[in-house]
């Protein structure tokens, strides 16, 4: 059975390879899984009514997804918002119903097989489950959340019943492993080993956990709670491959240390290790504590003196009859640079027909390489995106003309409708709208000159997470279904505001959806600025 199942799996992960990438990106893509899910759920229950007496396991499998699936299809954008859901829905066809399947094969049922490789091709690849693992551990740096919180489903503000086992935290800490991540796979192994101890049953052995936990931790520069580790896991395996050896390397490591700074051996702490035992090492992005605390809502620059100059009005566009007899209701946001909000500048039935139309268009969005000018993915931007016309729909044409009037530039020069959907943990890292000095052709395959201004429709409430951040001058603008809000990437001059450099925080529970329009300059010497 054993090599059975290892060849099954082998083949299914070869077919896995032309399986879709970038599910975990959108919300909106990853709905479709559950559907499938449902789909293959039924098709299980008639397999076990062939083979019912050979598939108790199976059986047991089908009871659990059964109403884990009338759960997720009742909402599922709702479901999938909790990124636990998404995290552990990718996990499920991934891996867990390929093992199922092998499992089938022992006595095959042509039925269950045939609807198995029928779905198969928009199964979630490696690359999707290892995203959805690496967007749970984003979502844990940026607010501030112990390992435990996700465990047990107890987000802020959002408690339910995705709850993680003592293996899906080992696979996520393993996850961060293979990647040199180990400061998260020492968070994500100590809290399988916590549940372990508790009692929980799990597949992983207490000597896995430890060999991974005492390397990573070793590897975070904690020697003596290194060697604490090593000497658990050997007192449970002493015929261990690794562990004898590593604990003399260790040891030895310590001893020295020891020896070179002139102090007495201190025995390692007894305190469990939890967020904030060690220290998350610095990456890439320079404002990334000012960026994720803003996006916690914290460190927000505003105040009184700033507020006052704050007020609400009707626009009317300097008179745009459209606008007359129904003007817009603007709200500033910022003093400077200027921020506006505007309400109601969606409706529903718009917001609902803009993603009817999106949907089938989402791909992974893309970043443009500052060194080779090519669009490529990246893991700072993880949403998709779909570009509209004007003569895809009515919808679109009216909603072209309304950002039109309410701005007061033209969208002759304008970019399509940029529709995006965030996946889980979905995020843009702090980014310019405009180009700068150093990329002069950014947009020349556009034909048009610089991103003067950018106009951002929120499609979705979103119950936790997803602001659109300036880490500048400390502002944080939250989601709110129908509003839009609008701001200039250029002074008068043509020069960049590197003032607007802003991010969209990661969604920790909820679906994002944003709908852009970038409005451009045609030369250097034009300019459509007309406020």
């Not at 080993?193 to 904690?222: C, T």
């Given at each position: 059975?054993?090599?059975?199942?290892?060849?099954?799996?082998?083949?299914?992960?070869?077919?896995?390879?032309?399986?879709?990438?970038?599910?975990?990106?959108?919300?909106?893509?990853?709905?479709?899984?559950?559907?499938?899910?449902?789909?293959?759920?039924?098709?299980?229950?008639?397999?076990?009514?062939?083979?019912?007496?050979?598939?108790?396991?199976?059986?047991?499998?089908?009871?659990?997804?059964?109403?884990?699936?009338?759960?997720?299809?009742?909402?599922?954008?709702?479901?999938?918002?909790?990124?636990?859901?998404?995290?552990?829905?990718?996990?499920?066809?991934?891996?867990?119903?390929?093992?199922?399947?092998?499992?089938?094969?022992?006595?095959?049922?042509?039925?269950?097989?045939?609807?198995?490789?029928?779905?198969?091709?928009?199964?979630?690849?490696?690359?999707?489950?290892?995203?959805?693992?690496?967007?749970?551990?984003?979502?844990?740096?940026?607010?501030?959340?112990d390992s435990e919180t996700f465990s047990k489903g107890k987000l802020p503000g959002f408690?339910?019943?995705?709850?993680?086992?003592?293996?899906?935290?080992?696979?996520?800490?393993?996850?961060?492993?293979?990647?040199?991540?180990?400061?998260?796979?020492?968070?994500?192994?100590?809290?399988?080993?916590?549940?372990?101890?508790?009692?929980?049953?799990?597949?992983?052995?207490?000597?896995?956990?430890?060999?991974?936990?005492?390397?990573?931790?070793?590897?975070?520069?904690?020697?003596?709670?290194?060697?604490?580790?090593?000497?658990?896991?050997?007192?449970?395996?002493?015929?261990?491959?690794?562990?004898?050896?590593?604990?003399?390397?260790?040891?030895?490591?310590?001893?020295?240390?020891?020896?070179?700074?002139?102090?007495?051996?201190?025995?390692?702490?007894?305190?469990?290790?939890?967020?904030?035992?060690?220290?998350?090492?610095?990456?890439?992005?320079?404002?990334?504590?000012?960026?994720?605390?803003?996006?916690?809502?914290?460190?927000?620059?505003?105040?009184?003196?700033?507020r006052s100059r704050l007020f609400c009005r009707y626009q009317n566009g300097k008179m745009?009859?459209?606008?007359?007899?129904?003007?817009?209701?603007?709200?500033?946001?910022?003093?400077?640079?200027?921020?506006?909000?505007?309400?109601?500048?969606?409706?529903?039935?718009?917001?609902?027909?803009?993603?009817?139309?999106?949907?089938?268009?989402?791909?992974?969005?893309?970043?443009?390489?500052?060194?080779?000018?090519?669009?490529?993915?990246?893991?700072?931007?993880?949403?998709?995106?779909?570009?509209?016309?004007g003569e895809d729909d009515p919808v679109i044409a009216r909603v072209n003309q309304r950002?039109?009037?309410?701005?007061?530039?033209?969208?002759?020069?304008?970019?399509?409708?940029?529709?995006?959907?965030?996946?889980?943990?979905?995020?843009?890292?702090?980014?310019?709208?405009?180009?700068?000095?150093?990329?002069?052709?950014?947009?020349?395959?556009?034909?048009?000159?610089?991103?003067?201004?950018?106009?951002?429709?929120?499609?979705?409430?979103?119950?936790?997470?997803?602001?659109?951040?300036?880490?500048?001058?400390?502002?944080?603008?939250?989601?709110?279904?129908?509003?839009?809000?609008?701001?200039?990437?250029?002074?008068?001059?043509?020069?960049?505001?590197?003032?607007?450099?802003?991010?969209?925080?990661?969604?920790?529970?909820?679906?994002?959806?944003?709908?852009?329009?970038?409005?451009?300059?045609?030369?250097?010497?034009?300019?459509?600025?007309?406020?």
């Amino acid at each position: 059975m054993g090599k059975r199942l290892s060849y099954t799996l082998w083949a299914l992960l070869w077919c896995c390879c032309c399986a879709q990438a970038d599910v975990f990106t959108s919300i909106s893509h990853m709905t479709d899984l559950i559907y499938t899910e449902k789909d293959l759920v039924h098709s299980l229950r008639e397999y076990i009514k062939a083979e019912e007496s050979k598939l108790a396991a199976v059986k047991n499998w089908a009871n659990r997804l059964d109403a884990l699936t009338r759960v997720s299809t009742s909402d599922p954008e709702g479901y999938l918002g909790h990124p636990v859901n998404a995290y552990k829905l990718m996990k499920r066809l991934n891996a867990e119903w390929l093992e199922l399947e092998s499992l089938v094969l022992q006595n095959p049922s042509d039925g269950f097989i045939s609807n198995m490789s029928t779905h198969r091709q928009y199964f979630p690849d490696e690359e999707d489950k290892m995203g959805a693992a690496k967007a749970l551990m984003r979502l844990q740096d940026t607010y501030k959340l112990d390992s435990e919180t996700f465990s047990k489903g107890k987000l802020p503000g959002f408690h339910s019943n995705a709850l993680l086992t003592v293996d899906d935290c080992f696979d996520l800490g393993k996850t961060a492993y293979n990647d040199a991540d180990y400061y998260h796979a020492v968070l994500w192994m100590q809290q399988s080993l916590k549940q372990l101890d508790s009692a929980e049953e799990a597949v992983v052995s207490k000597v896995d956990i430890l060999d991974y936990l005492s390397y990573s931790v070793y590897q975070m520069g904690d020697l003596p709670r290194a060697i604490e580790l090593t000497r658990r896991l050997v007192a449970i395996d002493p015929n261990h491959q690794r562990a004898g050896g590593n604990l003399r390397y260790f040891e030895k490591l310590l001893s020295k240390q020891i020896d070179e700074m002139g102090q007495a051996y201190e025995p390692t702490s007894e305190e469990p290790i939890q967020l904030g035992t060690y220290t998350r090492p610095k990456d890439h992005l320079p404002e990334r504590e000012t960026y994720e605390a803003l996006c916690r809502g914290e460190g927000l620059k505003m105040n009184e003196a700033r507020r006052s100059r704050l007020f609400c009005r009707y626009q009317n566009g300097k008179m745009n009859p459209r606008l007359l007899l129904k003007p817009m209701k603007e709200e500033d946001e910022w003093d400077s640079p200027h921020i506006v909000r505007y309400q109601d500048a969606l409706t529903d039935s718009e917001i609902e027909k803009i993603k009817e139309l999106a949907r089938p268009k989402l791909a992974r969005a893309t970043v443009r390489d500052p060194k080779t000018g090519v669009l490529t993915t990246a893991n700072y931007r993880v949403s998709k995106s779909a570009w509209l016309e004007g003569e895809d729909d009515p919808v679109i044409a009216r909603v072209n003309q309304r950002i039109e009037d309410i701005s007061g530039l033209t969208v002759d020069t304008a970019e399509l409708l940029q529709v995006a959907n965030y996946g889980v943990g979905g995020q843009y890292e702090p980014h310019y709208d405009f180009s700068r000095k150093d990329e002069p052709d950014a947009f020349k395959r556009l034909g048009t000159g610089n991103r003067v201004a950018t106009f951002l429709n929120y499609m979705s409430d979103v119950e936790a997470g997803g602001a659109t951040v300036f880490p500048d001058f400390g502002a944080a603008i939250w989601p709110k279904k129908g509003t839009a809000v609008f701001w200039y990437n250029l002074f008068k001059s043509g020069e960049g505001d590197y003032r607007t450099r802003h991010a969209a925080c990661p969604v920790l529970v909820g679906s994002k959806w944003g709908e852009f329009m970038f409005t451009f300059n045609q030369s250097i010497k034009f300019y459509l600025y007309s406020t």
